[in-house]
Structures are given as structure tokens and as C-alpha cells.
């Protein structure tokens, strides 16, 4: 296991100034802004789907469910720092990878206390649920579904109680909340339908949205162990923490090439699922408990990270570029 090594990382002490002015900006960093391409990505792929099998793109639908993803993600992560402050997780952790592991730190470093981050996340969820509203006014009640789903997702990842992320299928949830529904929404708000091709191009997505949950939680499953937060790398180890990275990785590549061979994805997409699968294989080998890898951790969780964007990136092109450009 990790022991302590470094002072610990943390938000900088100059963002706890006074005035209005330094409350927004501290409101706006509580929510990790950094991390919203999980939110946006998944999005476009589902509108690029939209925009591919039938020539639809409404850009009011597209900028209001990325507000509303947008908004439901700030949500969740404001409320993960608020659940994991709560059971002593983030409190405890001394071998977190800043800013990646361990939340945002702005309860641990006095710049918002347990309460702020309560109502910020409550706040966020309502602006996040007013879209879709509004939505459905637009689109019909189906984007409700949607949107209580995904949101709900998020929220009981952390509510003490329920807490998805203790129980072994926070990841599944994660799974479901950044890939299958905002793509699968997505594709429906712009073609009003269901279809098995927007399915199969949101578990790549999904897969990838995973590796990253199981690869952040590595250096924290000290302190997740110790107040009983069994995710699935605490249930599992390092071992088991690279089996199933390697087989999300192994579900996003067959995704792919079942999404190719049904002419979903075009043929040439498949150098980008290969190159992907290989930078997923070298991220696996970091996966490490031993404080002697701590430095080849970071830089696999930078890899999940960066095959996140370039995947989903990857698969907008494709799909746009085969079936809209001449």
C-alpha cells in the first residue's frame, strides 16, 4: 500500500479571497471545470450520430443538453466531495493525486465548507433539471427520463446511504451516466428515435468513461478502505484493478469492430480503436499500489484521460467525415 510521501496537494490558498467576485470563481473551480469533457464528449458523439444516420441537427437541442450535462456533472462531483467529506474519505487521504484523486480539496483546504458545497451541488442539480425541463418542452417528456436517470446516477454515487460508489457498482454507474445516456440521449434528441448503431458507438464510450473511475480510485484505496468504500479496486486490488481495466479496454476495441463491421463506423476508424487499445494496455501496466510507481501512476491516469478525449474525438470525426463531407 501507499505510504504518505509528499505534502499533500491542494487548491491554492490565494482563491480564498473576499467579494463576490472570488465566490464565483471559487464556486467555479469547487465543480473541477477541468474534468466537463466527460460531460460535453459523449454528447457530441451522440449528436454526430444524429447528424450521420439522418441528416438532423437542431443546434438549440445540442446547446441545451450540453448545458444540462454540463450542469449534472458539476452536480455529482460537487456532491462526491460532499458524500466522501462526510464518511472521512477525502479527509483521511494522504496519498491522493492532485487534481485527479481525492476530490476538489476545497473542503480539506477551508475554501468552502461541507455546507457551501451541499447547497452549490443542490443548485446545480436544479439548474440541470430546469433544462430539462425546458427540453421536454421542446423535444417531449422522454428527455426526463433522461435527465432523472443521469442525474439521479450521479447523485447516489455519493449520497451516503445509497452510495453506489461503496457498493461495487458505482462504476457501472458511472459507466451508464457518462456514456450509454448522454450518447444514446443525444442520438434521440436530434432523430427522435431509438437505434441498436447508437447503442453500440456509446460502449467505447462507456468503457472509457469506466477506466477512468477504476484508474483514479488506485491511490485512494487506502482511505477508501479504511471508511469502508468498497469500490471495486478495494474489493479487487492492483491485480484485479488491471483485469478489469484491461477488459474495458478490450470492450471498447470489440465495440468498435462489431460498430465497423456493421458499417456504423467506417472502415479506416479502426487504426484509431488499435492505437487506442495499445495506449489503454501501456496505461494498465501503471497500475500499481507501490509507492515506487506512484510518478508512472499519474501518467496512466493522464493516458485514461487522454484516450477519453482522442477516443470520443476519434468517433465524432469518423462518423461526421464519412457520412456528411463528400
Not at 480564498?16 to 454528447?43: H, I, S
Not at 443538453?65 to 449534472?72: D, K, P, S, Y
Not at 436544479?126 to 433522461?146: D, E, N
Amino acid at each position: 500500500m501507499y505510504q504518505t510521501q509528499q505534502p499533500l496537494d491542494r487548491p491554492s490558498p490565494s482563491l480564498a479571497g473576499p467579494g463576490p467576485a472570488a465566490a464565483v470563481r471559487r464556486a467555479f473551480l469547487a465543480t473541477r471545470p477541468a474534468f466537463f469533457t466527460a460531460a460535453v464528449l459523449p454528447v457530441l458523439v451522440g449528436t454526430a450520430w444524429g447528424i450521420a444516420t439522418l441528416h438532423r441537427f437542431n443546434g438549440v437541442l445540442l446547446t441545451l443538453a450540453l448545458a444540462a450535462m454540463v450542469l449534472a456533472h458539476a452536480a455529482a462531483n460537487v456532491y462526491n466531495d460532499v458524500g466522501d467529506d462526510q464518511i472521512g474519505a477525502d479527509g483521511d487521504n494522504t496519498n491522493h493525486i492532485y487534481p485527479y484523486t481525492g476530490g476538489s480539496r476545497f473542503i480539506q483546504s477551508g475554501l468552502l465548507s461541507r455546507r457551501e458545497m451541499t447547497w452549490l451541488a443542490l443548485g446545480l442539480a436544479v439548474g440541470a433539471l430546469a433544462i430539462g425541463f425546458v427540453l421536454s418542452l421542446i423535444r417531449g417528456p422522454g428527455v426526463i427520463l433522461f435527465g432523472v436517470a443521469g442525474l439521479g446516477l450521479g447523485l447516489l454515487y455519493s449520497l451516503p446511504g445509497a452510495q453506489l460508489s461503496a457498493r461495487g457498482i458505482g462504476e457501472a454507474a458511472v459507466a451508464i451516466g457518462f456514456g450509454a445516456l448522454p450518447v444514446i440521449g443525444a442520438a434521440w434528441l436530434q432523430t427522435g428515435r431509438f437505434d441498436f448503431g447508437a447503442a453500440l458507438i456509446s460502449l467505447p464510450v462507456s468503457a472509457w468513461a469506466a477506466a477512468i473511475l477504476i484508474i483514479n480510485e488506485v491511490p485512494d484505496v487506502d482511505s477508501d478502505r479504511r471508511v469502508r468504500k468498497r469500490t471495486l479496486v478495494v474489493r479487487w486490488g492492483a491485480r484485479g484493478a488491471q483485469w478489469i481495466y484491461g477488459g474495458l479496454t478490450a470492450i471498447a476495441l470489440a465495440a468498435s469492430a462489431i460498430a465497423i463491421l456493421r458499417r456504423a463506423l467506417p472502415i479506416w476508424y479502426a487504426i484509431p480503436a488499435v492505437v487506442l487499445a495499445v495506449v489503454g494496455i501501456s496505461a494498465l501496466a501503471g497500475i500499481s499500489f507501490k509507492p515506487s510507481g506512484r510518478r508512472r501512476l499519474k501518467q496512466s491516469i493522464e493516458l485514461t484521460l487522454v484516450t477519453h478525449i482522442v477516443g470520443c474525438l476519434a468517433i465524432v470525426i469518423a462518423l461526421l467525415g464519412e457520412r456528411i463531407i463528400p
